[in-house]
């Protein structure tokens, strides 16, 4: 089965530093990866995707991932963070047409 | 354009009690999805509809939960006879086509089960 590893339950960082929120999933075969974001009082939005191609993966507001196949790692960063990045993430992964899994979410709190 | 709404916002009944909970999807989607988020749990995938294909009804926890998707629009989540257990935030999302697609959220359903 299907599941989703985020090691991070709350982050906490000043403004302007640098993020990697951590995601390992656990899947036997071709996967597609997501990070979700929901910010506060928001609905769930989709932050980025990688389904083949390039392994790093450049999303909206600044983000990025790395899938690293062999270490089964989805790794989220982001250079510098603001303090509107305040938000739950989400990793959540699929294969084919199967429902996703998501990951039990990090609390990023950014703080001036 | 509208995105997916929930209705109601927020729900309290009492234990043993139904409950029905509704979804309108992003028009013209043909997937639509179930969770459940309990604090601290992240998202729970409940029940997955496409198109006119039978449902992927794996995640749905006990025969207390049901759902339908009438018209291959919108969809009503009902739970009978509920639990305590069964409080959480419901959440509907759908997408263009099948689960590589970006799925859009809706609001959820707050259910408190006293």
């Known amino acids: 089965a299907q599941s989703v590893s985020q090691h991070n339950h709350h982050v906490i960082l000043s403004e302007a530093a640098s993020l990697e929120l951590g995601c390992n999933y656990s899947y036997g075969g071709t996967v597609n990866l997501f990070w979700y974001v929901q910010y506060p009082g928001q609905h769930l939005q989709l932050l980025l995707k990688?389904?083949?191609?390039?392994?790093l993966v450049k999303g909206i507001k600044g983000f990025e991932a790395e899938f690293i196949k062999s270490k089964f790692s989805f790794n989220l960063r982001k250079p510098s963070v603001q303090w509107s990045d305040t938000a739950e993430y989400f990793c959540a992964v699929n294969g084919g047409n199967t429902p996703l899994v998501f990951g039990k979410g990090t609390r990023l709190s950014v703080i001036a | 354009g509208a995105g997916v709404s929930q209705s109601p916002s927020n729900k309290v009944t009492e234990k043993g009690k139904d409950v029905e909970l509704r979804c309108d999807p992003i028009s013209g989607h043909t997937a639509l999805y179930w969770y459940r988020q309990s604090l601290g749990q992240g998202l729970e995938f409940l029940i997955y509809?496409?198109?006119?294909?039978?449902?992927?009804k794996s995640g749905l926890p006990s025969d207390r939960f049901s759902a339908e998707r009438t018209g291959g629009s919108v969809s009503t989540l009902t739970i009978q006879r509920t639990q305590q257990e069964d409080s959480a935030v419901y959440l509907c999302?759908?997408?263009?086509?099948?689960?590589?697609?970006?799925?859009?959220f809706g609001p959820g359903t707050r259910l408190t089960v006293t």
């Open positions: 509809f496409q198109g006119n294909s039978a449902p992927d």
């Open positions: 999302a759908s997408s263009v086509y099948g689960t590589r697609y970006e799925q859009y």
């Open positions: 990688y389904f083949s191609g390039d392994p």
